[in-house]
């Protein structure tokens, strides 16, 4: 069975800039898994972020932004701000209609 | 603007039954791939299952293949998910999303609950 990893939690200041990444136990994360990132905020349905490895979703502000670094699909926010603390999720695409979400990283802006 | 409005939630016993429906506007249902995504309470994201723009294919996560079942009506913009032999284990919010040209969750319903409990 595949695991996506997370980091289960992060911490940034104010200001600063994090990566979060999101990993394949069965090896590497490639643009063909159509790496894709999620914000969700406790109570409310998720919004999405990056789709595509490195394509930002409308409204989404410039300061959020995807890639592949070295074998791992990277979310990286820079200037962060408290409204960016709660949780990220990102999901690969297996093939066959077939998807596996991370368990989320919650980040700590202080 | 893009409304996707999920309904049918509420509370069964195990090995019980639900359907859930989501209602889609704002776009063109019949063009767009579409999932359920769920969430147990106080854990992450869990794919369910997808479902083409033209029903012709369908696929579920392991934990929900043979219990649950996909299934759209492009004529009324609704998507389904009849969900039987439910276990407590199926307790969480139920997302409808719609998908994107890159596979992504492209927008996403407010969510609905189930509750499996004797």
């Known amino acids: 069975q595949t695991v996506v990893t997370q980091e289960p939690s992060f911490s940034v200041s104010p200001g600063g800039t994090v990566t979060l990444t999101c990993g394949l136990s069965?090896?590497?994360?490639?643009?063909?898994?159509?790496p894709s990132w999620y914000q969700q905020t406790p109570g409310q349905a998720p919004r999405t972020l990056i789709y595509?490895?490195?394509s930002r979703s409308s409204g989404v502000p410039d300061r959020f932004s995807g890639s592949i670094l070295g074998n791992k699909a990277a979310l990286t926010i820079t200037g962060a701000q408290s409204d960016d603390e709660c949780d990220y999720y990102c999901v690969v695409y297996l093939g066959s209609g077939s998807w596996v979400f991370g368990g989320g990283t919650k980040l700590t802006v202080l | 603007e893009v409304q996707l409005l999920e309904s049918g939630g509420g509370s069964v016993q195990p090995g019980g039954s639900l359907r859930l429906s989501c209602a889609a506007s704002?776009?063109?249902?019949?063009?767009?791939?579409m999932s359920w995504v769920r969430q147990a309470p106080g854990k992450g994201l869990e794919w369910v299952s997808s479902?083409?723009?033209?029903?012709?294919?369908?696929a579920y996560a392991d934990s929900v293949e043979g219990r649950f079942t996909i299934s759209r009506d492009n004529s009324k913009n609704m998507l389904f998910l009849q969900m039987n032999s439910l276990r407590a284990e199926d307790t969480a919010v139920y997302y409808c999303a719609r998908r994107g040209g890159s596979s992504e969750f492209l927008n996403w319903g407010q969510g609905v609950l189930v509750t499996v409990s004797s």
């Open positions: 595509n490895t490195n």
């Open positions: 704002g776009f063109t249902f019949s063009s767009s791939g």
């Open positions: 069965a090896g590497s994360v490639y643009t063909t898994h159509y």
């Open positions: 479902v083409s723009s033209n029903a012709a294919v369908t």
